[in-house]
């Protein structure tokens, strides 16, 4: 995992509208990064239909929420018009950006070890610095959590 206070990796990956994107174009305002497995599994669909609901309360907050897997251009285009989501998702097929975060590695499901994509957010602020780490989250309540810590800032 990146540490406290470290700058925002300075990847560019594609997003489902399949423009090049990198956390640098969001200076000036808080960056939600969500690392998560794939589009359109139960968890994943409630992640991110979390992070819908809150998504005017985050941005009435000065921030913008990302989504990042390894999945293509077209599962993330489809994931988002099929649940109405309103914040880009990044593609990160090679794992750059998901490994540089710490979000690519070792995990256990169910008792079985496995490489992956693992859950996490992390919040930068306004000028690209990690403020805080996620490791694990609840899918479900994940959006209200985030747009709790943000206004508490």
């Known amino acids: 995992m990146l540490e406290i206070g470290s700058p925002a990796p300075s990847i560019s990956l594609l997003d489902d509208q399949g423009n090049r994107v990198s956390l640098s174009d969001y200076k000036g305002k808080y960056i939600v990064l969500y690392a998560y ?23 009435n907050l000065h921030a913008v929420v990302l989504g990042i897997s390894a999945d293509s251009v077209a599962s993330h285009k489809k994931f988002k018009e099929k649940y109405q989501l309103d914040f880009p998702l990044l593609s990160d097929p090679d794992h750059e950006l998901l490994e540089a975060l710490g ?3 070792e995990k256990v499901s169910y008792g079985k070890k496995s490489i992956g994509i693992i859950r996490s957010t992390y919040v930068f602020d306004q000028e690209g610095k990690l403020l805080k780490v996620w490791p694990k989250v609840s899918p479900q309540t994940h959006g209200e959590e985030i747009a709790a810590y943000l206004k508490g800032l």
């Not at 497995?37 to 941005?59: K, L, V, Y």
Request: glycine share 12%; net charge negative; with cysteine.
């Open 103 to 105: 979000a690519w590695g």
């Open 37 to 59: 497995p794939r589009d359109d599994t139960p968890g994943c669909t409630a992640e991110a239909c979390s992070f819908r609901d809150q998504s005017e309360a985050i941005g």
